[in-house]
């Protein structure tokens, strides 16, 4: 397909699990971003990858979230000891670019992340 | 605290009504951007503003950024029940590292 892919489209796991949430962005796009949305809230800014590196981890909020971009294209969330209050929907977007320009995100459909 | 205060948080009106959303902040932004969430999606953008005073229309939708660009607003003319969804503002302003920030979002149901 033409969009950013998100697998899976839901997960529900226990408290205390590894879990790994998958990002496949728009071909071509250097750009990807991870957010996150309570229920209620607006998307919030978890990690931002340029290519391979992560340019930005500053919302990540403790060193159990761990997100990594190998080959600048799939991307893979991974959050360790999970507990009920990072249930949420996880969302991924890509662009073309970041700082400096004007082209837009555009989101997947998320993955709603349910802990048990 | 939101960075950016969306208002209302929820409006239910009949269709062919008209509306408007609010976006509010303390900060300047260098861009606000509007977007349509429908549930088990994701954003869909709507329009990108830049300059302050700036208009933007598509279709019935019409969009404004204020003078201060510190501000924005969302008015729907003539609401359909297609335009339901949740409504979100965000931008991207110096004072939070050009990360792309959003607010609550805005519940619009149209009812026909």
């Known amino acids: 397909g033409a969009g950013v892919s998100q697998t899976p489209s839901n997960k529900v796991t226990e408290k205390g699990k590894y879990v790994e949430l998958r990002c496949d962005p728009i071909s071509g796009h250097t750009a990807l971003y991870w957010y996150r949305q309570s229920l209620g809230q607006g998307p919030e800014f978890l990690i931002y990858?340029?290519?391979?590196?992560?340019?930005?981890d500053s919302g990540l909020p403790n060193d159990r979230f761990f997100a990594v971009r190998p080959e600048g294209s799939v991307s893979t969330l991974k959050i360790q000891r999970t507990e009920r209050g990072d249930s949420a929907v996880y969302l991924c977007?890509?662009?073309?670019?970041?700082?400096?320009?004007?082209?837009?995100?555009?989101f997947g459909d998320g993955t709603r992340l349910s802990i048990l | 605290t939101q960075l950016l205060e969306q208002s209302p948080q929820f409006l239910s009106i009949q269709e062919g009504e008209n509306l408007t959303v609010y976006c509010n902040s303390s900060s300047v932004f260098s861009s606000l951007q509007w977007y349509r969430q429908e549930p088990g999606e994701g954003p869909v953008l709507l329009v990108t503003?830049?300059?302050?005073?700036e208009v933007k229309k598509l279709k019935r939708l019409t969009f404004q950024f204020g003078d201060a660009r510190k501000d924005s607003s969302l008015h729907i003319t003539a609401a359909q029940p297609g335009d339901t969804g949740l409504y979100l503002c965000a931008g991207v302003s110096r004072e939070y590292g050009n990360k792309l920030v959003f607010g609550a979002g805005t519940i619009l149901r149209v009812k026909s």
């Open positions: 977007a890509s662009s073309l670019c970041w700082r400096g320009c004007n082209q837009p995100q555009h």
């Open positions: 503003v830049v300059t302050g005073g």
């Open positions: 990858f340029q290519g391979t590196g992560a340019a930005d």
